[in-house]
C-alpha cells in the first residue's frame, strides 16, 4: 500500500514541477502534412462522379403520352432515369398509332400440382423510391412505331427515357404529346426525351446513385426542395453538409459526394496534428497518417454519399481535442488553457451527435479520459496539501506555488465541471435541435416539436431493434470478424458490359493495415505486460478505439463491416505506437516499417478497380484480388 502511495506522489509532483516537452510543428511538419493531403485528394477527387446528368423532368401524371418514332423500329430495351417520387407505368405499342397493344413479357410460375406455367404478363413498372437517380433497364423485343406510356400510378419525376435498338442506342423520336388537351403547359412531356445522349449502354456509379445514396443524398436533396425527408433513420446534420455540396455542384453524382470526400480528405491533416501531438516527431506522424491514407475503407466510405465521412471526422476530432486538453493542467497553468480544447471537443462531441448516434459512443471513453485527467489533478492537490504541512522550511518560491495549487483547486475543478455541464450537455443539445431545422421548413406538411421527439423514438426503435432482419441482408457480418477483413460490403455492379469485363465496387480494409493492425494490438499487449502497465499514449487510443468498437458487441440488429470504420484510425494510431516502438528499439526497425508502407501502397494500387467501380477483367480480380472466398467483387 505504501509503495502505491510513494508511486502516485511521485507522478503528482513530476506533473506539478517538471518541465514537459512542446510538440514543435516544423516546416518540414507543414511540407509532410500537406503533400500527403494533396496527393490522397487528387486521388480522392478524380473519377468521383459526373456532373453532366439529365437535369429537366417531366412530372408523370394521369395523362396518357404517345411517342412516335421517325420509321418502324425494333425496340430491345427501354431505359429511364427519375428523380424523387414514386410512380407506375405501363407501354402500349402499335404499328400506325390507331390500334395499340399492351406489352407483355414472359413469366413462368409453379401451379398446385408443381407444373410449370408460361404466360404473357403485361410490363407494369413499379419505380419506387429507392430506385431514383439510377438507370432502369427492362429487356424487350417488339417493333412498333407509336408507344404509348399510361401512368397507372401519378408523381414521379422523370428526367429521361430511352427506347434503345439492339445495341443499346436510343433510337431517334420524332415527337411527343400528351392525348390531354388540358394539360399544364410547364410540364412539357418532350423534357422525358430532350437529354438522349444521356441513355447509357452500360450502367456506371460515375453517373448514378448507388448503396444507401439512395437514402442519404435523396433526403439531402428533400432538405434543399423543403420536401419531407424520406429517410429519418438518423439525425440531419451529415445530409445538410452533403447539401451543401448539392447547391455549389447541383444535384448529380459529384454534387452529391463532393462533400464527403473533401471530409475525407481533411481527415489527413487531422490524422497528422493528432499523431504529431501523440509522438512528436514528423517521421512518427507521417506513419499514421500515410496508412490511413492507404486504407480502402476510409477511401471507399468518404466517396460514397452518405454520413461516415462526417461521424468519423467529427469522432477523430473529438479526441484529438480531448487529448489536447490532457496535455494542460490547470493547477499549474491559467485555467483558461484547459477549457478551450475541453469546449472544443465538447462542440465537436455535439456535431458528431447531430449527425450520427455512432459519435454519442464516443461519449462513454471522452468520459472516461475526463475522470482520470480529473483524478490526476485531485492527487495534485492532496499532494500540495501533504508538502505544506509536512515540510514546514519548505523553500518560499515553492511553498507560494503550492499554497496557490492548493487555494485554488476547488474552484477551478467546479469550474471545469460546469464547464462540462455547458459543452458536453447543452451545447450538444442545442447543436443537435439546430440540425432539425430543415424538417421544420418542409413546405405545406413541417414537423412539430413534438414530431422531433418522435423521431428520436422511432430511431432508437429503428436501431435496437433486431427491425433489419426480417429479410437478412447477404453482406451482414458480426462484430468479431470486422478485424480480419472476412465480409467486403458489396456497393455497385455496373450492367451491359461484356461477360470478361465488369464494374463494381467493394468497401472493405486493406489487408495489409488491417491484419497487420490485429498483429499490433497483440504485440503492444506483450510488450506493456513485459513493461507492467500501459503507456499513456497506448492507453490514450486504446481507451478510443474500445468506445468505438465495443458497443457493436451489444448490438442486436444487422451490422456491417462499415461500422468497423470509426474504430480503424485509432488502430493506426497504435499501429503508429508499435512503429514507433521498433524504430527506436530494434535494428531493423525502420526498414521494416517503410517496407510495410510499400506494401500498403502496392495493394491500393492493386485493389484500385474494386474499390473505385473502374472497368477491368473478371480475370484480373479471380486471379489478384479474390485471396478470401468471402470477398465480393462481381
Not at 304 to 310: E, H, V
Request: charged fraction near 20%; proline fraction near 5%.
Amino acid at each position: 500500500m505504501r509503495d502505491k502511495r510513494i508511486d502516485w506522489q511521485k507522478h503528482a509532483r513530476r506533473r506539478l514541477f517538471d518541465k514537459h516537452e512542446k510538440a514543435r510543428f516544423t516546416r518540414l511538419d507543414w511540407l509532410v502534412m500537406m503533400a500527403v493531403t494533396l496527393l490522397y485528394a487528387a486521388v480522392a477527387f478524380v473519377n468521383l462522379g459526373s456532373t453532366q446528368i439529365p437535369e429537366t423532368f417531366y412530372m408523370l401524371d394521369e395523362d396518357e403520352l404517345i411517342v412516335e418514332f421517325e420509321d418502324m423500329a425494333r425496340i430491345r430495351s427501354v431505359c429511364y432515369y427519375a428523380s424523387l417520387g414514386e410512380g407506375a407505368f405501363s407501354f402500349y405499342y402499335s404499328e400506325d398509332g390507331e390500334g395499340f397493344t399492351q406489352l407483355t413479357q414472359k413469366e413462368q410460375e409453379t401451379d398446385e400440382y408443381g407444373d410449370t406455367l408460361v404466360f404473357d404478363a403485361p410490363v407494369i413498372i413499379d419505380h419506387a423510391a429507392t430506385r431514383m437517380y439510377q438507370w432502369q433497364i427492362t429487356d424487350t423485343d417488339f417493333t412498333a412505331r407509336y408507344i404509348s406510356i399510361r401512368v397507372e400510378k401519378p408523381g414521379l419525376r422523370m428526367l429521361e427515357m430511352g427506347f434503345c435498338d439492339e445495341e443499346g442506342l436510343p433510337l431517334p423520336i420524332a415527337s411527343v404529346k400528351n392525348t390531354n388537351p388540358d394539360a399544364p403547359r410547364g410540364n412539357a412531356p418532350e423534357r422525358m426525351f430532350d437529354e438522349q445522349h444521356f441513355v447509357p449502354q452500360q450502367t456506371y456509379y460515375m453517373n448514378e446513385m448507388y448503396f444507401d445514396e439512395v437514402y442519404h443524398a435523396r433526403t439531402a436533396f428533400e432538405h434543399i426542395e423543403r420536401i419531407r425527408p424520406y429517410e429519418i433513420t438518423h439525425p440531419p446534420l451529415g445530409k445538410v453538409l452533403m447539401g451543401l455540396g448539392i447547391r455549389i455542384f447541383g444535384m448529380n453524382p459529384f454534387g452529391w459526394r463532393v462533400m464527403g470526400a473533401f471530409v475525407g480528405v481533411l481527415m489527413l491533416p487531422l490524422m497528422y496534428l493528432f499523431a504529431h501531438r501523440l509522438f512528436r516527431k514528423t517521421l512518427f506522424a507521417f506513419i499514421p497518417t500515410a496508412l490511413f491514407a492507404l486504407d480502402f475503407m476510409h477511401y471507399t466510405q468518404t466517396r460514397i454519399a452518405t454520413i461516415d465521412s462526417y461521424s468519423v471526422f467529427f469522432i477523430l476530432l473529438m479526441y484529438f481535442f480531448m487529448y489536447l486538453y490532457t496535455e494542460t493542467n490547470y493547477n499549474r497553468q491559467p485555467l483558461r488553457k484547459s477549457l478551450v480544447p475541453l469546449a472544443l471537443c465538447g462542440v465537436s462531441f455535439g456535431l458528431g451527435a447531430a449527425t450520427k448516434w455512432l459519435c454519442i459512443y464516443a461519449g462513454a471513453g471522452l468520459a472516461l479520459l475526463l475522470l482520470i485527467q480529473l483524478t490526476k489533478r485531485y492527487r495534485e492537490y492532496a499532494y500540495a496539501r501533504e508538502a505544506l504541512e509536512r515540510d514546514s522550511g519548505m523553500d518560499p518560491q515553492r511553498r507560494a506555488y503550492l499554497e496557490g495549487v492548493s487555494n485554488a483547486y476547488l474552484q477551478k475543478t467546479f469550474a471545469t465541471l460546469l464547464w462540462c455541464v455547458v459543452f458536453f450537455i447543452v451545447v450538444p443539445l442545442v447543436i443537435y435541435l439546430l440540425s432539425y431545422i430543415p424538417y421544420t421548413l418542409v413546405d405545406g406538411n413541417p414537423y412539430s416539436f413534438s414530431d422531433i421527439l418522435y423521431n428520436q423514438e422511432y430511431m432508437f426503435s429503428y436501431h435496437s431493434k433486431d427491425v433489419l432482419s426480417a429479410d437478412p441482408h447477404p453482406f451482414r457480418s458480426e462484430w468479431y470478424t470486422w478485424p480480419f477483413n472476412y465480409l467486403p460490403v458489396f456497393f455497385f455492379q455496373g450492367q451491359g458490359y461484356p461477360q470478361e469485363l465488369m464494374s463494381s465496387m467493394s468497401t472493405m480494409g486493406n489487408p495489409a493495415v488491417w491484419w497487420a493492425a490485429v498483429a499490433a494490438v497483440v504485440a503492444l499487449v506483450v510488450i506493456r505486460i513485459r513493461k507492467g502497465r500501459l503507456g499513456r499514449r497506448t492507453f490514450y487510443v486504446s481507451v478510443a478505439a474500445l468506445s468505438q468498437y465495443l458497443p457493436w458487441v451489444l448490438i442486436s440488429r444487422e451490422t456491417y463491416i462499415y461500422h468497423y470504420f470509426a474504430t480503424v484510425p485509432f488502430l493506426i494510431l497504435l499501429m503508429g505506437v508499435l512503429a514507433k516502438y521498433m524504430i527506436e528499439r530494434t535494428k531493423h526497425g525502420k526498414k521494416v516499417v517503410f517496407a510495410f508502407l510499400g506494401v500498403c501502397l502496392l495493394l491500393f494500387v492493386m485493389f484500385y478497380p474494386v474499390t473505385t467501380g473502374t472497368v477491368v477483367s473478371r480475370a484480373y480480380s479471380d486471379t489478384f484480388l479474390r485471396w478470401l472466398s468471402s470477398w465480393p467483387f462481381y
